[in-house]
């Protein structure tokens, strides 16, 4: 089991959610083993951000972002799935007010994408 810390912004959405849904999610964070962590299960993925491996896991409509620390997890993000900060953290593209979405290729890479399905 790990420790579980949470960054400003996941702790705002941590308490935004039901008491039951608040123990659910850190149980099933604080239950994650190393094993799992280097596996392949299917609700957890893992990319590489600025040297540091992060790790995404899926539960209902939220997208956990976080990442092994010692014998610890910290929470960094948690997004609503489908959500346009999911999609820009995912396509390491700023998140900011001043970042203009149609500046960056990868919006437009993504936009042709949906029209090829």
Not at 68 to 89: E, Q, R, T
């Amino acid at each position: 089991m790990f420790q579980v810390t949470f960054s400003e912004q996941s702790l705002g959405v941590l308490s935004s959610l039901p008491q039951v849904e608040q123990l659910d999610l850190i149980e099933r964070l604080s239950s994650l083993s190393n094993s799992i962590l280097s596996g392949s299960a299917d609700d957890i993925g893992r990319f590489q951000r600025k040297g540091k491996l992060f790790y995404r896991l899926r539960i209902d409509d939220l997208r956990v972002y976080f990442e092994k620390i010692d014998i610890s997890l910290h929470c960094h993000f948690m997004l609503p799935k489908n959500s346009l900060n999911d999609f820009l953290f995912r396509c390491k593209m700023p998140a900011s007010k001043q970042a203009s979405l149609e500046e960056h290729q990868g919006f437009w890479d993504y936009l042709d994408s949906l029209t090829k399905k």
